[in-house]
């Protein structure tokens, strides 16, 4: 078995099904951790990457490096990009990665199982564009236990890893201080 298809299917077993997503996001965290010089079969404690999208892709990147959320070396930057950025925080070297399909309306008239295929085979050339790029990572966002913490003068909820804004002088949480993406129903 190719070192594509093994990852490829921890990343399959991890989403649950298989689509283009999960093909393109297996590819383009193979390139990412080449260029940086990681191996993917092994844990990369200085890798943290930022994702661009929240779609099937992701899972793959997640799957196959390892990296999470709750480790906070997972990173969501919501552009709606098929792209991913790997950072190696010992050298500060990084690389982006996103998919650029050329031929894409001739990519969807083939049937899932066609499509699979030729996504897995396209040489990499064709299919992704690699970009070594500068990366300036807050010390709030490296992994680890949180540098600051503050308690929300309005909601009296903490607020972790300098994510709080000040208003009037008095800490708040974004969800008080700005606007909330929830309205809480009165019982």
Known sequence: MSDYEVLFNKA????????????????????GLRELGMNPHEENRNLIVYVEIDRCGADAVQAITGCSLGHRNLKHKDYGKFAATFVDIGTRKA?????????????????????????????????????????????????????????????????????????DSKPMCKNCGISSYYTVLNS
């Open 12 to 31: 399959k077993k991890f989403h649950g099904h298989v689509c283009g997503g999960i093909v393109l996001g297996t590819r383009l965290t193979i390139a």
């Open 95 to 167: 690389v982006r990665v996103s998919v650029q399909e050329k031929n894409r309306a001739a990519h969807n008239t083939l049937a899932k199982d066609e499509m699979i295929k030729l996504l897995g085979e396209i040489p990499e050339l064709e299919i992704l564009k690699i970009e070594h790029v500068k990366m300036d990572i807050p010390d709030d966002d490296i992994p680890g236990f949180p540098h600051e913490k503050a308690v929300c003068s309005v909601c009296g909820e903490q607020i972790m890893d300098n994510r709080h804004i000040i208003v």
